[in-house]
């Protein structure tokens, strides 16, 4: 069987702490430590913000990655057109110095 998703692990754990909560007089009497339901609900409460958190840097990540991809192009693009400029204008010999390898 496949791996658990986040989403169902954060699921399963509400429910075991609703259900633990509901039951909890008989599972105290059964050995369970006072604070598991504090435990558990605490885990999930963190758990959630840390997810909300997550997702507002993967939406943020997205735009700056679009945002990079743009600029990058827009920088090609001054590149070649600055490029064949410079071999109008300057010789061979001259090519190097912008950086240019002499191909014809």
Do not use: C, H, Y
Not at 2 to 21: H, N, P, W
Not at 29 to 58: C, F, R, W
């Amino acid at each position: 069987m496949g791996r658990v998703t986040f989403a169902q692990s954060l699921t399963d754990a509400r429910l075991m702490a609703d259900a633990v909560k509901a039951n909890e007089e008989k599972l105290l009497a059964n050995g369970m430590p006072k604070d598991t339901v504090e435990v558990l609900e605490s885990a999930i409460a963190d758990l959630s913000k840390l997810d909300t958190e997550q997702e507002k840097l993967k939406a943020e990540l997205k735009a700056k990655t679009a945002s990079l991809e743009a600029r990058s192009a827009d920088l090609a693009q001054v590149m070649t057109a600055t490029r064949q400029r410079v071999k109008i204008v300057f010789d061979k010999e001259q090519w190097k110095e912008f950086g240019i390898q002499a191909k014809r």
